[in-house]
């Protein structure tokens, strides 16, 4: 049943997106980039990896894109930008939402309500990839990492779903509203924060974490609003432990 609904939510949101991703495009500067098909503005931060001169077209170095929590800068999360620079990934940070956006719906079921805001911010990460993959040709855009907290989680599991050939790992911290891809092809961290447990099905039960590569991690005495730069030192170290841990 879980399945069967996953699918039915798929059809309609990859129908929309093929209607979405092409178009063109103008530079505001080098941290905005304009999709004119929806007229929309995207900002973005983009930062090299350590060892950039390394990457080539013959020899490209991978693709990070940090998706941001609901109503968090997209700039605020650099403890991760910072652990995947170091381990040779481009980083891509996402603002995912804008003024003129609806707000994200509070009723349930979230599944449902929310998957106009997901599917925007799918449509726009596909949009970047698109764009992107030309201007940076010694990154690999075609095996991306998604990272994300909360909201930004959900939207990066959307993604994984609707295109897992072209996601290679995915990094939430403490979504709790869309699935987790069941895909035996993609890396799935999730550190869970300890004051609000996910919806139903989010998470993997103990027999299907025997089946997919799927790490699911408690960060005792966390909380879900912590987690991101403004957060304690200590959650800071821990995650950029346990995000460099899976990328090492």
């Known amino acids: 049943m879980m399945q069967k609904t996953l699918k039915n939510l798929f059809i309609l949101s990859a129908l929309t997106l093929t209607t979405s991703i092409i178009s063109t495009t103008s530079y505001a500067n080098d941290d905005v980039i304009t999709d004119d098909s929806r007229n929309r503005t995207i900002p973005i931060n983009i930062a090299l990896p350590s060892n950039n001169a390394k990457c080539t077209e013959q020899a490209k170095c991978p693709v990070a894109f940090i998706n941001a929590g609901y109503g968090i800068s997209h700039n605020k999360y650099t403890f991760a930008s910072n652990v995947f620079n170091q381990r040779g990934y481009l980083t891509v940070a996402v603002a995912h939402e804008l003024k003129t956006d609806p707000d994200l719906n509070r009723e349930q079921p979230y599944l449902t309500t929310r998957m106009e805001n997901w599917h925007r911010g799918v449509v726009t990460l596909k949009f970047?990839?698109?764009?992107?993959?030309?201007?940076?040709?010694?990154?690999?855009?075609?095996?991306?990492?998604?990272?994300?907290?909360?909201?930004?989680?959900?939207?990066?599991?959307?993604?994984?779903?609707?295109?897992?050939?072209?996601?290679?790992?995915?990094?939430?911290?403490?979504?709790?509203?869309?699935?987790?891809?069941?895909?035996?092809?993609?890396?799935?961290?999730?550190?869970?924060?300890?004051?609000?447990?996910?919806?139903?099905?989010?998470?993997?039960?103990?027999?299907?974490?025997g089946v997919y590569p799927v790490k699911q991690t408690l960060i005792e005495k966390s909380r879900h609003n912590d987690m991101y730069d403004g957060g304690p030192k200590w959650l800071l170290d821990r995650m950029s432990k346990e995000v460099g841990a899976l990328n090492s």
């Open 128 to 209: 970047l990839v698109n764009e992107l993959a030309s201007e940076y040709p010694a990154y690999d855009f075609t095996k991306l990492a998604l990272f994300g907290h909360s909201n930004g989680g959900d939207i990066s599991a959307l993604y994984g779903s609707i295109y897992p050939n072209e996601v290679s790992t995915i990094i939430t911290l403490d979504h709790r509203r869309m699935l987790i891809p069941r895909n035996k092809n993609i890396r799935v961290l999730t550190l869970r924060g300890s004051d609000y447990p996910a919806d139903a099905n989010v998470l993997l039960t103990a027999e299907e974490q």
